[in-house]
């Protein structure tokens, strides 16, 4: 029997996504013929009716799930659709997680009656906050002996534990079976903790957020792969919404993914999946590709041909991974690889910054079709590339640059503002955020008349207070105290005069503003810190002009996070009322801000309008995630030993929980065959990705002085013959 379904295996770029989105259009295509061979079957049917049945066939004949492998790809998905199907078919993509997410939250009454749930709304938890909590709920079992025994600090340890729920959920093992398949995977390790005492931890935490009503993302895929896919109301519920399941880059689904699929096709639904052998982005992190790539067995497989001929894949791949598995081999690379070497790393970069800028300001090639890839970007790597970049005018964007939400000087003046304005804060703030805060509130906006270029307006900022005088008025004016800190009057200062009269009059509408919110709070018409963020971003950040996207989104994270933050500390108070200071939650909130726990990355996470003619910077990672491709790659830290590790970190314990080693040890061997085969995947995906011309960036010491000897040293030998720089 010839299956409906089809399974799209291709590489990199050979036209998968546009495989599935014609597959989707052949779906609409065949309802509207069904549609309309259903209307004129009966004429004689009257208006009323004919309508009526025309939505009951709309909302039953073709459901369509739409899933992407993450979020930047679901919302380009999703756009493709709409755009094939000339916005008449509506279409609603989603992550994997995602739609365990909403359908836990829009069948939780069904959840309460079989799990004996109190009745209440359920609230997700950020991973930030997730671990917060977790934390406070372990800490009195997380002695310093247990410390000791796992080897990492207490941060480290929670964040390592509760990724064990979460990789258990994703494979479909329940949270009790997790000291089984520990046991079994770390029967010959004797330097990690027992598994029952982490499972009887992950049990306690689990119990503990389901009796508060909270969810967090392995808890969510827990409750949907073990009691919603297995209940019976829910399939009939689920079989009747979707008969027809789209699904790109299943490569790095979760096993449970599979358990969703084969439900749907069994009940009838039809499928198209596409697969990339290259992928496994997400491999040791979740994903579960060789397990999902067993549903290929149920569909009619269709394989693509390679790259398209404008890449570098097919010319290039088959050398390089001969040269990284065999170094011994006498290669030489073609002239599209070249190399840019140095003794240390600092002289790397700036070469590497000074290459793309003659490359750029010759018009050999645009900045928007350069790509800058590294194993890990370093803050004084990100630093100095944007910096020599910027200054040539060339602008640079960060894939996903998750930077610490307080490194941002608006979000820390913000926080410096809350401990002026609320009481019992006094320890939170000193003089240096006192300055910095007088003149981010002091930041004026000068827009060029008739400017036609909106980031030449919001580029031109500057402050009516500028660091040296913030600073004399903070070492004068600012009056320290555990409680009630304060800011005096400008003339505390005996030479205020030297101030001037812009930066005396900014000073005292800050003071004025910081003195009327400090009324309103002591008379309660402050509803939340929330209110009063942004009273403040609308007084002095915003006021009328068009911020930066950077800023603009690390505000809206701010909020976002504020916002999150007292819905789960209101939640808590519900449960179980707890006897602290008025005023413990906002330090609580600042110091998990200045921990750095929290990055800013907002939804939306791309900024409106057309691609930003920049240079793309971005980790392995990033980049093969957001399936990307350019003219020029330059490959920075050729000689990284991190390349094998495809730029993320595998989580602790990820192999234990993949389904076709459930709890099996991991040996040494094991983890040297994955290395090999995530470094072929990796070479292979990336010169698919770029067309022209390819640079291997070395330097021969790393940022601490140490050797570099990476898997991908062989390549720069091979090509140091002809392109030495």
Known sequence: MVSHSVWIVGTSRSGKTARLVEQFCNWVKAEKQYTESFYTKK???????????????????????????????????????????????????????????????????????????????????????????????????????????????????????????????????????????????????????????????????????????????????????????????????????????????????????????????????????????????????????????????????????????ESLGEQLTKQMVELVTEPMVLLSLPEIVHSIQTTSRAQLLRQTAEVIADAIQSKQVEAEQVAIIAPGLDAIARYTLVEILVKQNIQVQSLNDQRPLVSSPIIRALLTMLALVYPGLGRLVDRDAVAEMLVVLSRKQQIPENSLLLTDAINRVSTDIDPVRAGLIADYCFLPHPDRPNLLPISAFERWDRIGYAATTAYNQILQWLEEQRSQQELRLIPSPISLLDRAIQRFLWNGSNLPYEQLAALRELLETAQHYWEIDTRLRQIAPVETTPHTTIIEFIQLLRRGTITANPYPVRPIGGVRKAVTLATIFQYRSSRRSHRWHFWLDAGSPLWAKGGAATLFGAPFFLRDRLGEPWTAEDEKLAEEQRLRRILADLLSRVSERVYLCHSDLAVNGQEQLGPLLPLVNACVTHSVI
Do not use: M
Not at 50 to 78: M, P, S
């Open 43 to 309: 004429p004689g049917r009257k208006k009323s009716g004919y309508v009526a049945e025309f939505l009951d066939i709309k909302q039953t004949e073709l459901g369509v799930l739409v899933l992407a492998a993450n979020d930047d790809n679901r919302r380009e998905l999703g756009d493709i659709i709409v755009t094939s199907t000339l916005g008449k078919y509506p279409v609603r993509a989603k992550t994997p997680l995602g739609f365990f997410q909403d359908e836990v939250i829009l069948f939780w009454p069904l959840l309460i009656n079989s799990l004996n749930l109190k009745a209440q709304f359920p609230v997700r938890l950020r991973p930030e906050t997730e671990q917060e909590l977790a934390t406070k709920l372990w800490r009195p079992q997380l002695d310093e002996e247990i410390l000791r025994l796992a080897g990492v600090n207490e941060s480290r340890l929670v964040r390592r534990i509760l990724d064990l729920l979460q990789l258990a959920a994703y494979s479909g093992v329940p949270c009790e079976d997790i000291a089984q398949i520990l046991a079994r995977g770390l029967k010959e390790n004797n330097t990690t903790l027992e598994p029952e005492f982490l499972a009887s931890l992950l049990l306690d935490w689990r119990n503990w957020c389901l009796e508060r009503g909270l969810l967090t993302y392995g808890i969510i895929t827990e409750l949907y792969s073990q009691y919603l896919l297995s209940d019976r109301n829910y399939q009939q519920h689920l079989t009747k919404r979707y008969q027809a399941v789209l699904a790109d880059d299943v490569d790095d689904y979760p096993s449970v993914a599979r358990l969703l699929f084969e439900l749907l096709l069994d009940q009838g639904a039809v499928g198209a999946f596409s697969y990339n052998p290259d992928g496994a982005v997400r491999l040791g992190l979740g994903a579960d590709p060789n397990y999902l790539e067993g549903l290929a067995e149920r569909c009619r497989v269709e394989i693509l041909t390679g790259p398209p001929p």
